[in-house]
């Protein structure tokens, strides 16, 4: 017989909403505040409505306000103790190293290729979990969009409820700006400028995302520009208007120019090409984000350089263009 998993009781509480989490849904609230406990349960006690705002029954969507007292029912959830990461690890030592802008408000880091955005499907920590060991201190530390495991570059955090939910906002209006960095295969066409195609995801069994072009997907668009010719290759920014899974790099390959060392929309050929340049990672980099800083409302640009594997790359296709155009 299996040992029952130790069981622990969550006593009533209640809890004053303050201006940082005005406007934030009461469901989107619980599962933030309740943490280990499963969603499931959490749209149980709301539906049962063992969960009360001001000593009333309330809906899932429904937005909490300044001054609301929030009602949370006793929990009786098996205790899985989240595994303690160590600050002494490399990789999440190196995240302390990776961080370019911090204030009190948000924090930006150039995330290595290779580091997830957060844990899970198998992994046990991501960017999100180092930082957090990294600022026990730290009573918010929320990701402000995501971006590929393989793919490098500019990650914003938000420090503050409030100025997640005004990057949220920016976002969802279009007035946040995120230029990559791509190898592509081949000579990139110059009049290529945008890529219009919808985008339909699929989850396999294995949890993998993979993503493809289909009349039923999302509209989807990214804005491209060519930076620098190559013999076999070219170097191309690609700037997101929408932000689907896996965009830029299904728009690529959509067009016949995949990005170089793609295990999934990539080419193994092109990739044979780049051998000699040591490549060994995807290369896709968030070299910046431009947007409005959310207290200050001052306009922000952030920059992120290229890691050495990236900049050797290109340092190598230069030297191989030049050799070519000598002989």
């Given at each position: 017989?299996?040992?029952?998993?130790?069981?622990?009781?969550?006593?009533?509480?209640?809890?004053?909403?303050?201006?940082?989490?005005?406007?934030?849904?009461?469901?989107?609230?619980?599962?933030?505040?309740?943490?280990?406990?499963?969603?499931?349960?959490?749209?149980?006690?709301?539906?049962?409505?063992?969960?009360?705002?001001?000593?009333?029954?309330?809906?899932?969507?429904?937005?909490?306000?300044?001054?609301?007292?929030?009602?949370?029912?006793p929990i009786r959830v098996s205790e899985k103790p989240a595994p303690e990461i160590s600050t002494k690890l490399n990789k999440v030592a190196d995240l302390e190293k990776a961080i370019i802008y911090?204030?009190?408000?948000?924090?930006?880091?150039?995330?290595?290729?290779?580091?997830?955005?957060?844990?899970?499907?198998?992994?046990?920590?991501?960017?999100?979990?180092?930082?957090?060991?990294?600022?026990?201190?730290?009573?918010?530390?929320?990701?402000?969009?995501?971006?590929?495991?393989?793919?490098?570059?500019?990650?914003?955090?938000?420090?503050?409820?409030?100025?997640?939910?005004?990057?949220?906002?920016?976002?969802?209006?279009?007035?946040?700006?995120?230029?990559?960095?791509?190898?592509?295969?081949?000579?990139?066409?110059?009049?290529?400028?945008?890529?219009?195609?919808?985008?339909?995801?699929?989850?396999?069994?294995?949890?993998?995302?993979?993503?493809?072009?289909?009349?039923?997907?999302?509209?989807?668009?990214?804005?491209?520009?060519?930076?620098?010719?190559?013999?076999?290759?070219?170097?191309?920014?690609?700037?997101?208007?929408?932000?689907?899974?896996?965009?830029?790099?299904?728009?690529?390959?959509?067009?016949?120019?995949?990005?170089?060392?793609?295990?999934?929309?990539?080419?193994?050929?092109?990739?044979?090409?780049?051998?000699?340049?040591?490549?060994?990672?995807?290369?896709?980099?968030?070299?910046?984000?431009?947007?409005?800083?959310?207290?200050?409302?001052?306009?922000?640009?952030?920059?992120?350089?290229?890691?050495?594997?990236?900049?050797?790359?290109?340092a190598l296709l230069r030297k191989d263009k030049h050799q070519q155009s000598k002989s």
């Open positions: 017989m299996h040992a029952n998993a130790p069981q622990k009781k969550l006593n009533v509480t209640f809890v004053t909403i303050s201006e940082e989490n005005a406007t934030q849904r009461i469901d989107n609230f619980l599962i933030t505040h309740l943490k280990g406990v499963p969603k499931s349960m959490i749209y149980r006690i709301l539906r049962k409505g063992e969960v009360r705002v001001n000593k009333k029954r309330i809906k899932p969507e429904y937005k909490l306000n300044i001054g609301d007292e929030i009602r949370i029912p911090e204030d009190e408000v948000i924090l930006a880091i150039n995330k290595p290729s290779g580091i997830a955005v957060h844990g899970g499907s198998g992994l046990s920590f991501g960017v999100i979990e180092g930082l957090r060991a990294l600022r026990p201190e730290a009573k918010f530390l929320e990701l402000v969009h995501r971006i590929d495991r393989e793919t490098s570059g500019v990650l914003l955090i938000a420090k503050k409820r409030s100025a997640l939910k005004a990057l949220h906002e920016q976002l969802r209006l279009k007035q946040m700006t995120k230029n990559y960095l791509a190898l592509v295969k081949g000579s990139w066409p110059s009049e290529c400028k945008v890529v219009q195609a919808p985008l339909l995801k699929n989850v396999l069994k294995s949890g993998e995302r993979v993503v493809k072009v289909d009349k039923n997907g999302k509209p989807s668009e990214t804005r491209f520009k060519v930076e620098e010719r190559f013999e076999c290759a070219t170097l191309i920014k690609a700037s997101p208007v929408t932000g689907r899974t896996h965009q830029i790099r299904v728009h690529t390959q959509y067009t016949g120019h995949p990005i170089a060392f793609d295990d999934r929309y990539g080419c193994h050929q092109f990739d044979a090409l780049l051998n000699k340049t040591e490549l060994n990672r995807l290369f896709l980099h968030a070299a910046n984000v431009k947007f409005i800083h959310p207290k200050s409302l001052e306009p922000m640009q952030l920059q992120a350089p290229m890691d050495e594997t990236l900049q050797t790359c290109l």
